[in-house]
């Protein structure tokens, strides 16, 4: 049974930070994409990171330099250390893994609440 649980989420006053997880079971971890969305109230889903099998990263343009994607095969976990939070940053973050050998098997995960306010 694939799963992908995140955690991490939570209130944080503006320029915090914290670190969201995601921790996979259910398939080859190695051999898949992964990557963090967000979606606010009232917005599209939209792309936030993502890192490849090889480690390649890619950011949103809105968070460059000041969140990071990393993932630890050994322990099928992927993670997003988030920093220099601003309000616009709020919103339910989902993580998702997408095959590197067929794209459209891919799998999400619940998502988890990132709130920044003071």
């Known amino acids: 049974q694939v799963?992908?649980?995140?955690?991490?989420?939570?209130?944080?006053?503006?320029?915090?930070?914290?670190?969201?997880s995601c921790a996979a079971s259910g398939f080859t971890f190695s051999s898949y994409v992964m990557s963090w969305y967000r979606q606010a109230p009232g917005k599209q889903r939209e792309l936030v990171a993502a890192i490849t099998t090889g480690g390649t990263r890619n950011y949103a343009d809105s968070v460059k330099g000041r969140f990071s994607i990393s993932r630890d095969n050994a322990k099928s976990t992927v993670y997003?250390?988030?920093?220099?939070?601003?309000?616009?940053?709020?919103?339910?973050?989902?993580?998702?893994?997408?095959?590197?050998?067929?794209?459209s098997q891919m799998y999400w995960g619940q998502g988890t609440q990132v709130t920044v306010s003071s």
């Open 3 to 20: 799963q992908l649980v995140e955690s991490g989420g939570g209130l944080v006053q503006p320029g915090g930070s914290l670190r969201l």
């Open 80 to 103: 997003l250390q988030m920093n220099s939070l601003k309000p616009e940053d709020t919103a339910v973050y989902y993580c998702k893994a997408r095959s590197a050998f067929l794209s």
